[in-house]
């Protein structure tokens, strides 16, 4: 048995879920946060759109229910929808109790006094922002106060490898202990037992070649859920966001949706707008609407990219509503204000994940979800701009709720069983590690991307079969890395989303799919996959002291 670092609880991932989670439980409890590289660095870091909340006395709650409803194809869970809705004024004034400086109306006197942008889907302003970089002034915010508070425990450049389970510390409890965490570091895996263990790891938008996310967005947390039992559900809705910047060395630059909520049009290159032809929103048709239109006419006129314009708005209004994305593309060698610029789709959000309640609980006893990890039935088939931040502190509060009214009946965890190490090797083939995560990106891109049809995910599956067997030998027998842990992870989510995709026989939100061009006219249901617990691997096991 090993020696653990133990907490009340350990919260794996830095993100506004997981740290406004642990601003909320530290007054009382001990709390774990571990953070795969910075503790800012991840995808709240790079949200520029902003946050949802109903705050104009013209909105209403009924109003962006139905938005979300709409956006989200019927496949929402009404419930959840509601309650994250109805919520979400009182989050915002916790984020504003915190010190996000959110950017407020230039009239002091007008009634609200944030200023609200639309983005697609919304019928009504509702958007609160901090100018174009709404999650830079969450994210340093809450981590600004995690650092000032004595119970919190940040741990940095740490990567969870596993949950551990009480199918791991012995026969007498399914619920879960703690995880197996590796310091990147000094290179050696640390036991950290816990009374309560929350993921807040992000989604997986990784697992595709172009993506607007950061590279710690792997699905960590949804593949350690899957192999600790938890339910995962509607893997097949990926979202991919409409207008990421196209440049060699942009890599990964989102142009938030806000330009076209403030009057941005798409173009083609000889100057015609074309996204009236596909919806009668026009350029604010909900996200999956204006990606697949983009995609359609980059395939039908052999385009590489479409191209995005606001030039037409007074330059200091694109300057002061826009810093953030006017300095990049300065950078880059457009000028926002004279000019359009070019734009593709890009892997965005993963609206499925692990199945949550409205408490955040999973399948497991003790282990929580929380944010883009957690598929709480909140967005359906389609996520709408602005509404995944609200998730995040939404759940993330319901989740502290739930952990401190269940704080009196939750055992200390026991002696946790040692990682070990004894019967593997420094690997001197790391290359296949690279070559791997670059084949299995290139895989989903091209066969489980916007448009998809039965043949292409027939294909997608064998090669992913292959790469998870060849993926759990190399971990089986060499020391791990954290690049290995997030191919490994990649690799079990493709997986679940080829199954998932290949399981709905219609199109419906997000799941385009040209076999099945229309959506089921019956009642559409959740695409739910439960794991076989007994392919804990005995590689896992033999480490885990077993």
């Given amino acids: ?89 009182a989050a915002i004034h916790q984020l504003v109790d915190l010190g996000v400086p959110f950017t407020r109306h230039p009239e002091a006197d007008q009634a609200p006094d944030f200023h609200l942008t639309r983005e697609g889907g919304h019928s009504a302003r509702r958007v609160l922002h901090s100018a174009d970089a709404t999650g830079r002034a969450i994210e340093e915010t809450m981590a600004s106060q995690a650092r000032q508070r004595g119970n919190i425990s940040l741990f940095e450049h740490h990567i969870a490898v596993d949950l551990i389970t009480g199918a791991r510390a012995g026969p007498n409890t399914n619920r879960c202990l703690g995880a197996y965490v590796l310091n990147r570091k000094q290179k050696h895996v640390e036991v950290f037992a816990a009374r309560f263990v929350v993921l807040a790891t992000g989604g997986a938008s990784k697992v595709y070649l172009y993506t607007s996310n950061p590279d710690t967005s792997s699905g960590d947390g949804i593949a350690m859920a899957w192999r600790a039992g938890c ?49 009668p929103r026009g350029d604010l048709a909900p996200r999956d609407i204006v990606a697949r239109a983009i995609d359609h006419e980059m395939k039908r006129l052999g385009l590489e990219y479409v191209l995005l314009d606001i030039s037409h708005k007074p330059a200091p209004f694109i300057r002061e509503h826009f ?9 880059l060698g457009y000028d926002l204000t004279l000019e359009p610029i070019p734009v593709v789709p890009a892997a965005h959000y993963t609206c499925g994940g692990v199945m949550t309640d409205l408490r955040a609980r999973t399948d497991v006893p003790g282990l929580y979800a929380v944010g883009e990890v957690a598929c ?61 995560w670059d084949e299995l990106r290139r895989c989903m891109w091209n066969y489980v991307g916007i448009v998809r049809t039965s043949k292409r995910l027939e294909r997608a599956s ?24 997030e191919l490994r992870n990649l690799a079990q989510v493709a997986e679940l989303i080829i199954r998932s995709a290949q399981h709905r026989k219609e199109s419906r939100g997000l799941h385009y799919t040209l076999d099945y061009p229309e959506a089921d006219p019956g009642k559409p249901e959740d695409t739910i996959l439960i794991p076989d617990t007994s392919m804990d691997t005995a590689a896992a096991r033999r480490r885990a002291g077993q």
Wanted: negative net charge.
């Fill in 376 to 436: 709480t039935g909140m967005h359906g088939a389609n996520r709408m701009a602005s509404n995944s931040l609200l998730e995040c502190v939404v759940f993330a509060s319901a989740a502290g709720k739930d952990i401190m009214a269940q704080l009196e009946s939750a055992p200390a965890p026991p002696a946790l069983p040692a990682w070990d190490e004894s019967r593997v090797r420094d690997s001197d083939e790391e290359v296949v590690v690279s070559h791997n």
């Fill in 1 to 89: 048995m090993a020696t653990a670092q133990a907490f009340d609880v350990l919260i794996i991932g830095s993100g506004a879920a997981g740290l406004s989670l642990a601003l909320e439980l530290a007054p009382r409890l001990q709390v774990a946060v571990i953070a795969k590289s910075r503790l800012q660095e991840g995808c709240t870091l790079y949200a520029q759109g902003g946050i949802s909340s109903v705050t104009h006395p013209e909105d209403s709650f009924d109003a962006h229910i139905r938005d979300t409803l709409d956006a989200g194809a019927g496949l929402n869970n009404p419930e959840a929808v509601r309650y994250a809705i109805e919520a979400a004024p």
């Fill in 323 to 331: 810093p953030t994305i006017y300095a990049r593309c300065r950078e």
């Fill in 462 to 485: 064998r090669r992913v079969q292959l790469l998870l067997q060849e993926i759990q030998e190399y971990y089986s027998n060499f020391t791990i890395s954290g690049d290995l842990l």
């Fill in 231 to 279: 339910r995962v559900a509607n893997m097949e809705f990926n979202q991919f966001h409409p207008t990421c910047l196209y440049h060699p060395k942009a890599k990964s630059f989102l142009v938030s949706e806000a330009v076209r909520g403030e009057g941005g049009r798409l173009l083609l290159p000889d100057g015609e707008p074309f996204m009236q032809r596909f919806d």
